[in-house]
């Protein structure tokens, strides 16, 4: 039976949660109605392992070159940053209707 921790399950889980109602799948969503359903889970995969291949190269070689302290660091600075701005323009835009 596999830990709480190990990096496998670990993986899993947070996939499975970050991806829960994104825009990618509701993108899918929406080409699976126009589309045939296989050829849409397969371009889906695709664009995924592609996307994961990219982020996994990117931390190897972060991580080679610098100390791990500054990925974290660095990752919770740009996620604070795209946090701050999207709640700064959905509170100044709260008033106005996004149609018009």
Same mark, same amino acid.
């Given at each position: 039976?596999?830990?709480?921790? @190990?990096?496998? $399950?670990?993986?899993?889980?947070?996939?499975? +949660?970050?991806?829960?109602?994104?825009?990618?799948m =509701?993108g899918?969503?929406?080409?699976?109605a126009?589309?045939s359903?296989?050829?849409?889970?397969?371009?889906?995969?695709?664009?995924?392992?592609? @996307?994961?291949? $990219?982020?996994?190269w990117?931390?190897?070689? +972060?991580?080679?070159?610098?100390?791990?302290?500054? =990925?974290?660091?660095?990752?919770?600075?740009?996620?604070?940053?795209f946090?701050?701005?999207?709640?700064?323009?959905a509170?100044?835009?709260?008033?106005?209707?996004? $149609?018009?």
């Open positions: 039976m596999q830990s709480l921790t @190990s990096p496998f $399950l670990i993986m899993t889980i947070t996939f499975f +949660l970050a991806e829960l109602g994104d825009k990618t =509701i899918t969503v929406t080409l699976a126009s589309y359903l296989v050829l849409v889970w397969i371009v889906s995969i695709l664009g995924m392992v592609l @996307s994961d291949g $990219l982020a996994i990117v931390g190897q070689a +972060l991580g080679k070159n610098l100390p791990e302290r500054s =990925i974290k660091v660095g990752a919770a600075g740009i996620f604070f940053v946090g701050f701005y999207y709640a700064v323009k509170l100044t835009n709260s008033g106005r209707s996004r $149609l018009a």
